[in-house]
């Protein structure tokens, strides 16, 4: 059984948490319990039905305020596959929240209102899927009960949107019109939307092809810790530790080690179930060498043909997660697959309109929940690919070194 | 774990790789990690990814048990079984000492759960741990689906649920002062079923109340509590002896047990897989107290 890893947008009003509740009830995985407390809770506010949306309140500040404050994460199954939804609330801290729950998701679940059709948010929220290469993207029009289930609503939003997308990289994008409050088309066909020729929500979860998103070709293997037992059995074991980020990996194979430049092949690769013929992401492995070299973490093992881009210059797509904002000049720590390094900021080339695109080249900082392109210079070099062509090689943190907060998440360009 | 040639990982496999690329990340980037564990199923399922994480070496940290004093014989052996044949050093953090040393008072109700969080503390002060991985699950309870693998706790231990670090991708920020900590959640992203599914496929050894047997117990609050030392019958409340089994492993006086026949691992799992009330729900009497019992708990440091 496979896991899909999916990220949901929008805001309350969109009938988000309404959507998640009717996917967790409508396959059979709300337990009595939390079902029962829902209902009380309901009952009490005086709500028309059962509310689906209280199953997704969590904190005890989120419940008082009625909002969502972080992400959460929630867990289903079918008997085709096992879900991880990443519930980012749309309205506080948007870009944080789904920068984070977009950064580990193979599919991004966007809702859109009937009634509004496209707004600010739906852009947003497209365009932030598009930026962290979410490979699928599904637009759900909800509320179709609110418009008479009417074809024509449907194909003017779908239309809309598709002119936007345009303009965005996005792999796959499909539409599915939906009535999270009645479940029309969230598990079961509708009958409502006879006009309708495509699956339900849920069919298209469990039968979306997520195997061809991974990089299969470009071997990138961050050393992450090296085990060495000095025990009696194992006496001269040196294994390198980590998990694959690229490629495939097979003993014999010819490989090279970053930074040192040194050439070596594959004798074996390890696991505590015994020797592997292969290994490719995300597998946790231990690879072992055949010479016996200098290796430790934060080194890179490649293939000495196809090596990542080795740098002291990074320019990224910086998005902004602290409420102090981006300091020209300023110093941090960057951790970067399982190396760390420090790094100036050189320049803020532009800032980009989340909601228009627009570039503004006048910008001076990023400020919370805003994305810029940013030129960074590191203290040793750093082993990247394009995040477009790798997520995990393609990807880092901004430390702020004073506080141990993360302030930027980094896609480098 | 074989390869197959579509190169696709299971959902298991996938798990299981992620939560050994946490034990890994913790073992390089801190100086003095532990590792909690109760003999519980998630400590278990825990310890037995740490140890294929760093095999064939040794798991390069010990590992810490807060005891209530209040706990079923059957896991204590289990506990100090494991961490023989594993060749671990065990840290034990005593509540009765706590009491004893004037830390807490017991409560009025003898319910010594609440208690373990002051322990808890001192002994991560005591053993300047720097990280502290715990078993829990996302999909255990509200509070805790919102919690992330690397939790920073400040220098009393406290979780503040709304200034969390952002955490993306497979990046985790472990960064802290002197005398913070992290708590590192391993099986954030296993269900109950994943954990039950799991043990069976590497044939994990329990300790044996985790399958049905015989038990004295009696109702209280609608969950089967056992007869024991730790336990006052109460009048009106009926002693009998049937079949049963624990879902999850607390302090004696506090957890419920189902009545089950269910003596196999696939027995156990076509039970969890029918079963339509959370195992929290259905055997903590620690989770009932308020709504938000768990959430309050953890901002204090509980587990």
Known sequence: MELL???????????????????????????????????????????????LALLTDGLRAEREQGITIDVAYRYFATPKRSFIIADTPGHIQYTRNMVTGASTASLALVLVDARNGIVEQSRRHAFLASLLRVPHLVVCINKMDLVDYDETVYNRIKDEFRAFAAKLDIGDLSFVPISALHGDNVVHRSQNMQWYDGTSLLHHLEDVHIASDRNLIDTRFPVQYVIRPQSTAHHDYRGYAGTVAGGVLKPGDEVIVLPSGLKTTIAGIDTADGPLDEAFPPMSVTVRLTDDIDVSRGDMICRPQNQPKVSQDLEAMVCWLSDEPLRDRGMYAIKHTTRTARAQVRALDYRIDVNTLHRDESAETLSLNEIGR????????MFVDEYRRNRTTGSFLVIDEATGATVGAGLVL | MSASTTYELSSQQALEAESIHIFREVAAEFERPVLLFSGGKDSVVMLHLAAKAFWPAPIPFPVMHIDTGHNFTEVLEFRDRTVERLGLRLVVGSVEDSIAKGRVRERPDGIRNPLQTVTLLDSITDGQFDAVFGGARRDEEKARAKERVFSFRDEFGQWDPKNQRPELWSLYNGRHHKGEHIRVFPLSNWTELDIWTYLAAENVDLPSIYFAHEREVFQRDGMWLAVSEFTQVREGEEVVRMSVRYRTVGDVPITGAVESTAKTYDEVITEVAATRVTERGATRADDRLTEAAMEDRKREGYF
């Open chain 1, 374 to 381: 940013v030129k960074l210079r590191t203290t040793v070099p």
């Open chain 1, 5 to 51: 890893r999916f990220a949901t947008a929008g805001s309350v009003d969109d009938g988000k948490s309404t959507l998640i509740g009717r996917l967790l009830y409508d396959t059979k995985s709300i337990f009595e319990d939390q079902l029962e407390a829902v209902e009380r809770t309901s009952r009490d506010r005086g709500d028309e039905h059962v509310n």
